[in-house]
T-cell receptor, first 112, second 115 residues
Framework: QQQVKQSPQSLIVQKGGISIINCAYE??????FPWYQQFPGKGPALLIA?????SEKKEGRFTISFNKSAKQFSLHIMDSQPGDSATYFC???????????FGSGTRLLVRP | DGGITQSPKYLFRKEGQNVTLSCEQN?????MYWYRQDPGQGLRLIYY???????QKGDIAEGYSVSREKKESFPLTVTSAQKNPTAFYLC??????????????FGNGTRLTVT
């Protein structure tokens, strides 16, 4: 119940394409869903986050889509750039909890 | 610039030795965390501290110990009881419980290799 399942494990996209990463959860108490971006040798950094009271949140080229009934959420990267090449983690928690449950990560490579 | 400093970046130890990883923050955050990152397994919570002189076990606390004597510092000791200590260790902080108004801020990690 505490797991967040993330797919795919790795993803290769051409420059300008759309990158899509999917996550699914079981715990219906989760109400905070952030995405973190991690470059090699660095710590993760918050990219974008969503609460379940909205179905979509967009920040620049990054969009989270949220499907509460299916207990799924996804990250879409539009017009993917080589600089987006990184590992992406979805996560979930009860808002303001001290325990954030991370997915297993997706390594994205954007080819020039 | 405010942030989290983890040192050293790389650490090598012999099996059977305890080792302490340093984490310092100047963000004035109350909460601090230690995560372990292994390939294909995401980030797993080892310990967290909500406030000075208080800390709680996370999901994989066995073989680890922490202290929180100062707001700025949250060192992690990997003891000889940890069966598989080789990993990338990440320290993080947040204003309070992490959430929409209090995201996690991570350091750049310490890669520990035990042989």
């Amino acid at each position: 119940q505490q797991q967040v399942k993330q797919s795919p494990q790795s993803l290769i996209v051409q420059k300008g394409g759309i990158s899509i990463i999917n996550c699914a959860y079981e715990n219906t108490a989760f109400d905070y869903f952030p995405w973190y971006q991690q470059f090699p040798g660095k710590g993760p950094a918050l990219l974008i986050a969503i609460r379940p009271d909205v179905s979509e949140k967009k920040e620049g080229r990054f969009t989270i889509s949220f499907n509460k009934s299916a207990k799924q959420f996804s990250l879409h990267i539009m017009d993917s750039q080589p600089g987006d090449s990184a590992t992406y983690f979805c996560a979930a928690s009860v808002d303001s909890s001290y325990k954030l449950i991370f997915g297993s990560g997706t390594r994205l490579l954007v080819r020039p | 610039d405010g942030g989290i400093t983890q040192s050293p970046k790389y650490l090598f130890r012999k099996e059977g030795q305890n080792v302490t990883l340093s984490c310092e923050q100047n963000l004035n955050h109350d909460a601090m965390y230690w995560y372990r990152q292994d390939p294909g397994q995401g980030l797993r919570l080892i310990y967290y501290s909500q406030i000075v002189n208080d800390f709680q076990k996370g999901d994989i606390a066995e073989g680890y110990s922490v202290s929180r004597e100062k707001k700025e510092s949250f060192p992690l000791t990997v003891t000889s009881a940890q069966k598989n200590p080789t990993a990338f260790y990440l320290c993080a902080s947040s204003i309070q419980g992490q959430g929409a108004g209090s995201p996690l801020h991570f350091g750049n990690g310490t890669r520990l290799t035990v042989t």
